[in-house]
């Protein structure tokens, strides 16, 4: 993959949220996800797999998501596309030059 990205390969519009703890009363928390923008990105798949899970098998798979650079895109954030949910793993700034953001994401519940 070079870090040429053509406006065309920006097709999916996906939304960014991050968590917010609140206090549940029990001594708990409850995590509830808000919005914080949706963007344009281009979502390559790259590796699946399957493994055994709580007695079950459960699929996962990575994928680059290419946005333009946005401060504040971290690990701890997701994306959503449609009713897919991407967990970000990490975030490089592209060549470091403040144009493009690399999220290597893992897709939940395949």
Sequence with gaps: MSTQIEIGDLRHRVSIE????????GGGAV?????VADVWAAVW????????TLDRVA?????DVWIRHR???APEMRLRL???TF??????DIEERGRWLKCI????DL
């Design 18 to 25: 991050r968590s917010v703890r609140a206090a549940d009363g």
């Design 31 to 35: 995590i509830t996800w808000l919005h």
């Design 45 to 52: 798949p790259r590796t699946a797999a399957e493994e055994l």
């Design 59 to 63: 699929g996962r798979a990575t994928h």
């Design 71 to 73: 401060a504040g895109v």
């Design 82 to 84: 449609g009713a897919r």
């Design 87 to 92: 967990d970000i793993r990490g975030v490089l």
């Design 105 to 108: 994401v893992e897709e939940r």
